[in-house]
């Protein structure tokens, strides 16, 4: 019997697609078998971020409608062994699935994948609520700011409310620098805030920003810090006790510093 | 570094405002009350407490929070002093 993820957020674009492209990316990688869905009706992105986009012929609304078996609908990742996609419908609405109906669909594919990782739209309207329907666990994906960190707050509460208790955290976009300056919300400020358990800590890393252009996941990168961090996140889903990155700044040393004084950075 | 030290006063970075404005926003936005109403809370703890207590400069903070359902409200009071007892 398979478990399902929710990866949500409340605000856009903190990086919820990313997130789940690469730890489904790396659960394949670990040899199991999962099933990504992308709950954004009307504006779907999984495809992209996974480079599969040229690949879908239906979707999930053609599934509830009964124009294809679910089976039909998924995509299959020829990179990664086991690993599949379920795409969205981009010229729909998000009412055209129903919680029931997505509550239905995760019970199916439970029965023969490992993981179901379902990419939750931002907000916290009828889409957020489809996504959440048939959660058995829930990840949080922030960053540290001041309005991801209220709307992840808010989110939380709602996850709560419906009895969902394995609910974990990533903050995303991490920049030690500012942090040691003063000038970024600290990991252990964001988790005083939100007091829940932290499952991931991704440094902001330009390999996000290539891989996505590539549409490759930043997983397989071995150079790339946050696809360290997103592989660490795997591991952890799985398990594992795995400590977070050593995020310290290295010391510059006095030249530098000093150079940095003269220039008035 | 020590430079770094020198250029800046510890008080004087942005995250420590980010975050006094989140756990503001958070309170009213768990509680749904108005920032109006938590200044009126604080100001009210502070009436009633003063005469017992010297308070610090920082105020009194307001914090929610929310542990499997169970809503607390849990306020820190910085205390510089007992007053003596009259």
Known sequence: MGRIITITSGKGGVGKTTATANIGAGLALMGKSVVLIDADIGLRNLDVVLGLENRIVFDIVDCVEGNCKLRSALIRDKRYEGLFLLPAAQTREKDAVTPEQMIQICTELKESFDYVLIDCPAGIEQGFKNALAGADAVLIVTTPEVSAVRDADRVIGL????????????????????????????????CDILAIKLVGVIPNDDYIVISTNRGEPVVSIKESIAGQALGNITKRILGEEIPFLNLKVKPKGFFASLRELFSGK | MILNFLKRKPKDNSSNLAKARLSNILVSDRLKVTPEIAEQIKRKIHESLNQYIEIGEEGIKLELNNKSGIVTLSTTVPVKKLRKGK
Request: aromatic letters at 0%; a negative charge.
């Open chain 1, 159 to 190: 996850v709560e409310s419906r009895g969902i208790e394995d609910v974990g955290l990533i903050i995303n976009r991490v920049r030690p620098e500012l942090i040691e300056q003063g000038d970024m919300l600290s990991v252990e400020d964001v």
